[in-house]
């Protein structure tokens, strides 16, 4: 298996604009996970789905970020708009078992909003 | 206070030296606990699995106090590949569950 598969690696954008990061997750993992890594914050969960269903999205900093899971294999994280605090690394994750298993990561996103 | 604390560092230790880390967590509903590693500009990987009668994998060593509410880590003949961030985890159960990262601890070990 390739592993859970983010893109784009790198996004550099305008304040203002609309940002989209994708994820496919390893496959039969029934829950995906988006994270956001800052320096000052480290490591955030921002929501999390399981079999497709989001179940808590209380992470989500605000009305700005939306995330959907249309199928088993593809996840999106979307802000709009975005500002310069939106910048930094965003991880999706996908596990077997939610929170109780391993984890695995995919190589990030890191986001820049200039 | 936070949910998850981690001593960030950074460690500056030599090869061949024990290191230990400690995490504390102040949720005592937690059930399951983990080391990841996160090299520079990687994403995080698991180390290990956190058991309640403690876990060893090869010169790591895992430990889990539910009465004192910590997890450590205890690395032994550091090497230089084991400079990195470590990170500890706690999910407890919220009907779901809730996952949350300590904000690392810096190792830097050198030759």
């Known amino acids: 298996d390739a592993g859970v598969i983010q893109s784009p690696r790198h996004e550099v954008t305008e304040m203002g604009q609309e940002v989209t990061l994708r994820c496919k997750p390893i496959s039969g993992h029934d829950y995906l996970f988006w994270y956001r890594q800052t320096m000052m914050r480290g490591l955030e969960l921002l929501i999390y789905?399981?079999?497709?269903?989001?179940?808590?999205d209380s992470g989500m900093p605000e009305d700005r970020f939306s995330a959907k899971m249309p199928n088993a294999s593809f996840s999106t994280l979307k802000i709009q708009p975005s500002e310069p605090r939106d910048s930094a690394v965003y991880f999706c994750?996908?596990?077997?078992?939610?929170?109780?298993?391993?984890?695995?990561f995919g190589q990030g996103t890191r986001l820049t909003v200039v | 206070r936070k949910e998850v604390e981690q001593d960030p560092g950074p460690f500056n230790v030599p090869e061949g030296a024990t290191v230990a880390f400690n995490c504390t967590y102040s949720n005592s509903a937690s059930q399951s606990f983990f080391w990841y590693r996160q090299d520079c500009r990687k994403e995080p990987k698991l180390l290990m699995s956190?058991?309640?009668s403690g876990n060893e994998d090869g010169r790591f060593t895992a430990q889990l106090n539910r009465a004192s509410q910590y997890i450590s880590l205890l690395i032994r003949d550091s090497k230089l590949s084991d400079s990195a961030t470590y990170l500890c985890?706690?999910?407890?159960?919220?009907?779901?569950?809730?996952?949350?990262f300590g904000a690392g601890t810096r190792l830097f070990v050198k030759a």
């Open positions: 994750a996908s596990s077997p078992e939610g929170g109780f298993t391993e984890a695995f």
């Open positions: 985890v706690v999910n407890f159960n919220t009907g779901g569950f809730k996952t949350i």
């Open positions: 789905f399981n079999n497709n269903v989001p179940i808590d």
């Open positions: 956190v058991y309640s």
